[in-house]
């Protein structure tokens, strides 16, 4: 474990007032690229016959979304990484010592998912599964559905999705496998859930409402890429690339920290909520650690810059390749 993994974790150890709901510590689980410059000799190296080459990390990210800020991550080569099979290796570490609730979206589904969550002591799950990933659940009706399943995988070919079978079953044959569908309408689409939660604490109106706090790690994503800077490296060497990596993770989370202590006036008369900007607090923070300022002007001075919140927005994703950029152009 590098110094800066180290004190990533150590910084997290200080939070003292930690948020729960229901008793659980709330996680989104995703993963994210980046990139830099290719390198033949970095274990990250990935050549593309249409884009050309470059060194690409594809990381697991832990973020706890009441507390707004990363909690652990697992780095991969792009062209090597298994998601699965990282959520359940950081999964195994994280439920230790407090209950967890891991909200997913539709990458992580599967069986082999599934039994591993079911067997992780403290470990409860909410995850979205596509519509088709078996017959059974395709042959479902086009309702709202509240239902108890279960799969018994007895071979490698019957029940495992295609994704899944390159992955090796690593638990016993046969095998049952239990969990509680949730279907329920998003919009113009279904929303299909898989989860071991109790049907008696957690409705499904409530589990749409917790799967929808999910996109709070996208909007971390963001900040992190865009306001931090870390959508471009400053070097080729792959122990440079971490220790930079990890210095915005850190950053990320010392931010998000104080801005939670902010309390904004609640608008009068006025259309939209508000909140704190990211990126502008991010630079005040930077300014106040390097040069020793008063903790409560940089509070007041983060007030300053907040932008409204407009709900019900639709918009259509777009997600170009990010071409790593020349040490000559970089401006972050």
């Known amino acids: 474990m590098s110094a800066f993994e180290q004190l990533l974790r150590k910084?997290?150890?200080?939070l003292k007032c930690v948020k729960k709901y229901k008793g659980y510590r709330v996680l989104a689980l995703d993963g994210s690229d980046f990139s830099s410059l290719y390198s033949a000799d970095s274990e990250y190296a990935t050549i593309s016959n249409q884009y050309g080459g470059a060194n690409r990390m594809h990381v697991n990210f832990a973020y706890e979304i009441l507390n707004k800020n990363f909690l652990d991550c697992l780095i991969e080569a792009k062209n090597k990484a298994e998601e699965r099979k990282g959520a359940i290796k950081m999964l195994?570490?994280?439920c230790e010592s407090e209950k967890i609730l891991e909200i997913m979206d539709r990458g992580y589904d599967g069986?082999?998912?599934?039994?591993?969550?079911?067997?992780?002591?403290?470990l409860s799950y909410l995850i979205r599964i596509r519509s088709g990933m078996t017959k059974e659940i395709k042959a479902l009706p086009d309702k709202e559905l509240d239902l108890d399943l279960k799969f018994e995988v007895s071979t490698l070919s019957k029940r495992l999705p295609y994704r899944m079978?390159?992955?090796?079953?690593d638990m016993e044959l046969p095998c049952l496998v239990s969990f509680r569908l949730v279907k329920v309408k998003l919009k113009d689409k279904w929303l299909v859930m898989a989860t071991n939660l109790p049907r008696k604490d957690f409705?499904?109106?409530?589990?749409k409402s917790l799967y929808e706090k999910r996109w709070k790690i996208e909007l971390a994503f963001r900040d992190i890429k865009h306001a931090l800077?870390?959508?471009h490296f400053h070097s080729k060497k792959d122990l440079f690339n971490l220790q930079e990596f990890f210095a915005h993770l850190i950053r990320y989370n010392l931010t998000s920290r104080i801005i939670c202590q902010i309390r904004l006036p609640k608008p009068k008369n006025l259309k939209y909520r508000y909140e704190v900007n990211f990126k502008n607090a991010a630079q005040i923070i930077q300014e106040y650690c390097r040069l020793a300022l008063d903790y409560e002007k940089i509070l007041e001075q983060i007030t300053h810059y907040v932008h409204p919140l407009r709900g019900n927005r639709l918009f259509q994703r777009n997600c170009p390749y990010i071409y790593p950029v020349s040490f000559n152009y970089l401006v972050a």
Do not use: M, Y
């Not at 079978?165 to 079953?169: F, S, V």
């Open 165 to 169: 079978k390159i992955q090796a079953w």
């Open 11 to 14: 910084f997290n150890d200080t």
């Open 111 to 122: 069986l082999k998912v599934f039994e591993h969550c079911n067997r992780i002591e403290n």
């Open 203 to 207: 409705s499904a109106r409530t589990l």
């Open 229 to 231: 800077g870390a959508l």
């Open 92 to 94: 195994s570490s994280l």
